[in-house]
């Protein structure tokens, strides 16, 4: 599969002024959805943005956001009278529209629009109509459309309206909409993924004009379920909706490009780390574990969907007592103190291990936790009384019990996770060689990045190295191309 990003693609100009200006803005109501992005709604509401659908519902005198689509006379009206701050974001080739239909009909002229009569944009224009009755045939008529129309679709509809009225205007689709339609109408390669909202014309609309097989993803959980079957194209376009988030686009992107599916670490050096701050070694677990949670975070952002972690070895349990006991203490206040998180992030948790060598209440979490983030895409797998030695051997005396005599395909089914795919890539930190016990039977193909940070240290950056180093090697799996 060969990724070609389509350009122009993303964010227009429009959107771009909207964003930016409600950025700045803290606790305030918003009419309508600001942009159709959930990605960018969940930004704004973070900041305390309440977003209503009708005017009424927001106090007189607070502060009310007009987005990038415009609203009618009628709202402005309305807003005036309820005394509200108006801030207003609407996109200048909107409100062209809106000055179109006011010189139309300031000329005597029955303005025909097109478009959705359900969208936000539309319904805003059609506040400035002053007369609803149908032109008479052969009457002068202006027409405006929808800014994010199908052009091609757009310029059909004039042709046919030609036909009975003397149309003097033709159309409104912006200059954004149309250099984004005419790319995907020129890419001539297998599918296409468009990168957006559901709820966003412009998305669906380059979706709907696209010559291939097309894709949408609205976040990277779903860039990532369609991963598999866009890997079955040579040549896939990447293009996205004029409110879609860049960084999304470069995610996904770099995701289907180079990006590993499963990244696994060797979390060394939490010991070390306390010790040259003159702490407990427990103090360094505690820094270990939030560097994981973060690690995990950085991990989605780059669309990776599998993390493996190696948090207790089974020859950990040689540790000394209190540290051991410090250890599963840390671990089961983890699971209780993020579960929010992982909720929230829609993270899948995972233990993989000798379950049986735990305390009840930590299984008992363990699988309560589980059981929450069944459903969700992404994935933590954190092997907790773990061996590679042990479970390779822990899966012999499985297929041993069911009488099954094993090749290199179906030995996989005995594994603790056989559906996992096997990591692309292992990081180890603090400085250390060795794969250590390490799923040993999974990352006979991985490829290897050692770096000297220990591992609470471990950053965005040391993961983006990680990453870059992976991207650079020529990957064979013992072919010889
Ligand atoms: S798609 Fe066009 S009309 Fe809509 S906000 Fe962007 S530039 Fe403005």
């Not at 930190?429 to 990045?449: D, K, P, Q």
Request: glycine residues 8%; hydrophobic residues 40%.
């Amino acid at each position: 599969m060969k990724i070609e990003v389509i350009n122009p693609h993303g964010l227009c100009s429009g959107v771009n002024a909207a964003i930016a200006k409600a950025l700045k803005l803290r606790n305030v109501y918003c009419l309508h959805h600001l942009v159709h992005n959930e990605i960018v709604i969940d930004e704004l509401k973070a900041l305390g943005f309440r977003f209503v659908d009708d005017i009424e519902a927001v106090p007189d005198g607070e502060t009310v956001v007009f987005s990038a689509h415009g609203v009618s006379p009628q709202i402005r009206k309305r807003a005036e009278e309820k005394k509200l701050k108006i801030v207003d974001t609407t996109c200048p080739f909107v409100e062209r529209v809106h000055r179109d239909v006011r010189t139309f009909q300031e000329q005597g002229l029955k303005v025909i629009v097109l478009g959705d009569r359900e969208h936000d944009e539309v319904k805003g224009i059609l506040g400035e109509l002053k007369d609803h009755r149908d032109p008479e045939k052969g009457e002068k008529v202006g027409v405006v459309s929808q800014t994010t129309m199908n052009a091609d679709l757009v310029a059909e509809k004039i042709a046919a309206l030609k036909k009975r009225y003397e149309v003097v205007a033709e159309g409104t689709v912006c200059r954004a909409t149309k250099e984004r339609q005419d790319a995907v109408r020129s890419f001539d390669g297998d599918a296409l993924l468009v990168l957006g909202s559901r709820s966003s014309a412009n998305t669906k609309r380059l979706a709907e004009i696209a010559n291939c097989d097309t894709f949408l993803a609205s976040d990277m959980n779903e860039v990532m379920r369609l991963a598999e079957k866009l890997s079955h194209y040579d040549r896939v376009g990447v293009t996205s909706g004029a409110s879609t988030p860049e960084r999304f686009f470069e995610s996904a992107v770099r995701y289907l490009s180079n990006i590993p599916r499963h990244v696994a670490i060797i979390m060394d050096g939490n010991g070390r780390w306390a010790e040259s701050r003159g702490l407990k070694r427990g103090e360094g677990h505690k820094a270990g574990a939030k560097t994981l949670m973060e690690v995990v975070r950085w991990c989605g952002d780059r669309g990776i969907r599998y993390v493996s972690v190696y948090a207790f070895s089974t020859e950990n349990w040689k540790r000394p007592e209190d540290e051991v006991s410090g250890l599963m203490k840390l671990f089961g206040s983890m699971l209780s103190k993020e579960a929010a998180t992982f909720v929230k992030n829609k993270v899948r948790l995972r233990v993989i291990g000798r379950r049986g060598d735990l305390s009840f209440p930590l299984r008992k979490a363990i699988a309560a936790l589980e059981k929450k983030t069944e459903k969700f895409e992404r994935e933590l797998i954190l092997c907790v009384s773990y061996g590679g030695r042990a479970e390779i051997v822990d899966a012999v005396n499985r297929a041993i019990e069911k009488g099954e005599k094993v090749t290199e395909e179906t030995f996989r089914e005995y594994l603790y996770a056989p559906d996992v795919p096997d990591p692309d890539l292992v990081i180890r930190t603090s400085g250390e060689v060795r794969t250590s016990n390490f799923l040993l039977w999974e990352s006979a193909y991985a490829e290897y990045h050692f770096t000297a940070t220990n591992w609470p240290d471990f950053s965005e950056r040391d993961l983006d190295a990680a990453l870059e180093d992976y991207a650079g090697r020529h990957r064979r799996k013992g072919d010889v191309k």
